[in-house]
């Protein structure tokens, strides 16, 4: 087995943050609703069923680690998933659930 090198190290350390910005119920049904098309912030509110505060720091770790991305239509804040690859892995971790049961 090949000894890991510092860039694939700095690789794996991305990846680990990203997949612990994933790691979290209501952000995962938030890019499950995303993956449907645009959703207003107050609509993904009600989805989540948490505060408006508390929903909004969901978005924003998805964001920052450039899972969706937002824009304003007057007063609402629309999002979408920037990377709707994502939905790939999701449904690969789906799989591997219906696999080990």
Known sequence: MKLSTASDRSVYRTQARLLRALANESRLMI???????????????????????????????????????????????????????ILKFLSCTTQVLKECR
């Open 31 to 85: 890019v499950a609703r995303l993956s449907q098309g645009e959703c207003s912030a107050g609509d993904l509110t009600r989805l989540v069923g948490l505060d408006q505060t508390t929903v909004s720091k969901h978005l924003a770790v998805l964001r920052a680690h450039g899972i969706v991305e937002d824009r304003r239509e007057g007063s609402v804040v629309v999002y979408r998933l920037r990377t709707p690859c």
